[in-house]
């Protein structure tokens, strides 16, 4: 099994903590959040990890390098200014996440969640299927993404966690362009091809500055508790 970080986002809700530095290289309790992604699928056994670059793509490959100090091996996937979108990204990293196998475990590297990646590993995917993560809808986002993969569109609609497994032949359609992930989820799941969950951990998307200090506000006082 192999996991695709997604990295290559502007983050411009973030400015300007993001004029110089990529948005998952911002720090929670004084390590970047891409470090508490890389740590937690390394616990996993997900130790082959690709990571796609566009904004400040230097610093993350300066900070982990190929990965070996953090026991994993890293790749990373090139994408041009501006970045491929979510879609996109994934469809011209698929290179490196289908040399071996044929399902992948994507995690968005802008939150912050302590979810069991280890459990997305015993999962089993046909051909063009994939699993989502969902979570209880955040202030910032009360509607919801998607319903339940058993519900129906006009019952309780949840937030994506941006955490997933998919077979490579999801993106079967798809071409290397700047293309979004979301209308091909809400496609799938209309089609029977998303299987969900919904996961009651801890889960953050430190998408604004208010955000991030709120979960380093958190942390320090549960380290002083």
Request: hydrophobic letters at 40%; glycine letters at 10%; proline letters at 6%.
């Given at each position: 099994m192999?996991?695709?970080?997604l990295?290559?986002g ?10 110089t ?9 004084g ?8 740590g ?11 990571i ?14 190929d ?5 994993v091996s890293i ?6 200014e501006?970045?491929?979108?979510t879609?996109?990204?994934?469809v011209r990293?698929l290179?490196l996440?289908?040399d ?15 979810y ?10 046909l ?6 993560v ?8 009360p ?10 569109n006009n ?7 941006g ?7 999801f ?7 700047f293309?979004?992930l ?5 496609t ?38």
């Amino acid at each position: 099994m192999k996991a695709m970080i997604l990295a290559a986002g502007r983050g411009k809700r973030m400015m300007p903590l993001t004029a110089t530095m990529p948005k998952p290289m911002l720090e929670v309790a004084g390590k970047p959040l891409l470090a508490y992604h890389v740590g937690r699928l390394a616990d996993a056994g997900v130790t082959d990890i690709v990571i796609n670059l566009a904004w400040q793509g230097d610093k993350i490959r300066d900070y982990f390098a190929d990965g070996s100090a953090f026991g994993v091996s890293i790749q990373y996937s090139e994408e041009p200014e501006g970045g491929l979108e979510t879609a996109g990204g994934i469809v011209r990293a698929l290179p490196l996440l289908c040399d071996e196998g044929d399902t992948f475990i994507v995690i968005n590297g802008d939150i912050f969640t302590d979810y069991a990646v280890h459990d997305l590993c015993r999962l089993h995917l046909l051909p063009g299927e994939a699993h989502l993560v969902f979570v209880e809808n955040p202030p910032h986002n009360p509607h919801g993404d998607f319903p339940l993969a058993h519900q129906s569109n006009n019952e309780q609609a949840y937030t994506f966690a941006g955490i997933g497994l998919y077979h490579k032949d999801f993106f079967n359609e798809v071409s290397e362009q700047f293309v979004a992930l979301g209308p091909m989820l809400k496609t799938g799941l209309a089609q029977g091809r998303v299987s969900t969950e919904l996961f009651l951990g801890q889960w953050q998307d430190i998408g604004t500055p208010e955000r991030l200090a709120q979960i380093n506000k958190t942390m320090e006082q549960a380290d002083v508790g």
